[in-house]
């Protein structure tokens, strides 16, 4: 047998990692499913049925490749959001479209910043084409934006990366913050703005799709409750469209997906009914923790973070909930590790979640 | 209004450049649609029954994120392969595994090996990470292996790409000539193996999964219908597949693509029907084009490339054909641009694109 062929020089010094362990696999190892699917902050509410008509119509034609320039879905969100079409390119969902991103910006060896515990995936696609992260601590729960500031200009950062709405904490900065964000940002340094949850918060920042600063990531994964999809899109002055051309994966998206993206952005009426039950079920969550003597952080997501005060009694619980099988996530860094983060689900779901969590916390150990 | 951030300096240098137009995108410009589309090599067979139904099933979980170790495929494709899950890895489609070859082995700067006129998504990628291609022409329509791997010794190539069968010639090099193939390559050199249209050729090499010399890509796209879909697999060692962990898209497949070719696969007789009408089919071709005074190239796939002799000729014939909206292609690069390639699709898809080509050959023009 013939020697093994080398991998780049980059690969070759990657360590193995992945950016999450997906339930299934935490399932396989436990030999037991979860009854209670809470941690990947995925909409219990599903899809619009309209969009899941379309889906199942669409699989007609599962056989045909999909539009690689997704014309129809970037017409449809080209006059939603007032934009042209030239300012929007289809992806796999934004952790596509997150490595799209970096591989178009972040040159080798050059920073990018983020928060300390913030979403992994990120990360993983940075040290995957050779950039450095250096990290910023949270702080109040919250992305502290004048240290991810002076970070970016310490470290001559090429990328910024934000979700906002935050992602593990909920957290929220104004759309008066992130103006100001902006405007401080290094002239070298482009912001990563991940806006997943952005359906779930306040008024965003108004578009400017011609804002050389920023790149805004959205998706139907969230508030539209199609993660299985896999599509999302991103928002971003023509002249990066136009270069993200010259790399992307054109047949990429699925076709299904493409139908159901656009009749999911044409039922208005059942995400604002989404929009509406997962705030009501945020002020139950509220309640939740106040009844379980615990905190609970504000929250402008589909998800909340319970606040155990410590990363031992986090932990344990999590453990607990696991036990009683519903899936959750504890975040992994400081101090967002004292948290426990759980989706906010249907009502049936809501109340399964209290149920458990309570036996949890009247259970001895926790 | 700040500058604009610049891109890496790969991305700066890289031409704009799209793999194919699309044609959704032929359709547009024309302001009209094609009747017949036969010229994406898609299954006008569809996907089976069984996984139409699985797919339809499925879409009640389109909410849930795909697993992102596809185990439960990974588990049928290792079964009906004879391997282990651990030399497999899933992706959306071989463009997307393709990619992540390129990525994984060559280095920027280095040389990749490919047939003037072969797939070009593949040099798309392999321009994309910075690699360079070197180009070997068609000898007799088909790929000149001994020529290619001279190249690869010449130029140092890390990468060799072959697509068996072949794309857009339909031809097809034995598995002994695939094993001599693999004992000539240089020590440095990769073969990337496309193996898209396996199912539809005579047996394949025997699987050899540790074999350090060989990457086999396949795909649901073709013989199982699903391209709309995305999904696709590797065949690599052990090691090989773990470095591709390191960096690949881990929620990027379709969930509902990953239940559907479960199905697909399950479903052997549907296959062997798609199978056997194909090669049927490929027989009505050769027929039509003795009829209409024209050779046709042998072909391994569910296409056939119709020879007519000079580009200019061809070239004539593929627009005649558009005109009456029937969607073939004619290969860019000398020699392969004097035919047309036209997939088998169904019975009555047969008698219509026969009736339409008779009907271009005999008018004045061509």
């Known amino acids: 047998m013939s020697d093994a062929r080398p991998f780049t020089t980059l690969l070759s010094a990657l360590p193995a990692s992945v950016p999450f362990v997906a339930p299934e696999a935490l ?9 209670l699917r809470l941690g990947a902050n995925e909409s219990t509410f599903g899809p619009s049925p309209r969009a899941l008509a379309a889906m ?15 014309f129809e879905l970037r017409t449809a969100l080209s006059v939603h959001l007032g934009l042209t079409r030239e300012h929007l390119v289809i992806g796999s969902g934004i ?16 920073c990018a910043v983020t928060s300390l515990g913030a979403y992994p995936t990120f990360n993983y696609h940075v040290a ?6 250096e990290s910023v601590p949270y702080r109040d729960d919250r992305n502290d934006l004048d240290a991810l500031v002076d970070a970016a200009r310490r470290h001559a950062a090429r990328l910024l990366y934000l979700a906002n709405p935050d992602n593990p904490t909920g957290s929220y900065h104004d759309a008066a913050a992130i103006a100001a964000l902006l405007d401080a940002l290094p002239e070298q340094t482009l912001l990563l703005l991940d806006e997943a949850y952005i359906e779930f918060a306040p008024p965003a920042l108004p578009f400017d799709a011609e804002d050389p600063r920023v790149i805004r990531l959205r998706t139907f994964s969230k508030a539209y409750g199609m993660a299985g999809m896999r599509i999302g899109y991103a928002i971003a002055p023509r002249q990066t469209i136009a270069a993200f051309d010259k790399v992307r994966l054109h047949f990429g998206v699925n076709r299904v997906a493409q139908a159901g993206a656009l009749s999911a952005l044409a039922d208005r009426a059942f995400l604002e009914g989404v929009l509406a039950e997962v705030a009501w079920g945020r002020e139950e969550y509220t309640r939740l923790a106040t009844a379980l003597g615990l905190a609970a952080l504000a929250s402008a997501t589909n998800f909340m973070a319970f ?3 410590s990363p031992e009694r986090a932990r344990a619980v999590a453990e607990g909930l696991t036990a009683r099988r519903v899936f959750v996530r504890v975040p992994g ?4 590790n004292r948290l426990v983060r759980a989706t906010v689900g249907t009502p049936s779901e809501r109340r399964r979640f209290g149920h458990a969590l309570e036996g949890v916390l009247k259970s001895s150990r926790v």
């Not at 199942?56 to 997704?70: F, I, K, Q, T």
């Open 56 to 70: 199942r119509n669409e699989l007609e034609r599962a056989s045909l490749y999909g539009d690689p320039e997704s």
């Open 128 to 133: 995957g084409y050779g950039g450095r992260i």
């Open 95 to 110: 952790d596509d479209l997150l490595g799209l991103a970096v591989r178009a910006f972040l040159e080798p060896g050059s």
């Open 27 to 35: 399932e396989r190892r436990r030999g037991e499913l979860f009854e």
């Open 307 to 309: 606040d155990l005060g």
């Open 333 to 336: 860094a400081t101090p967002l």
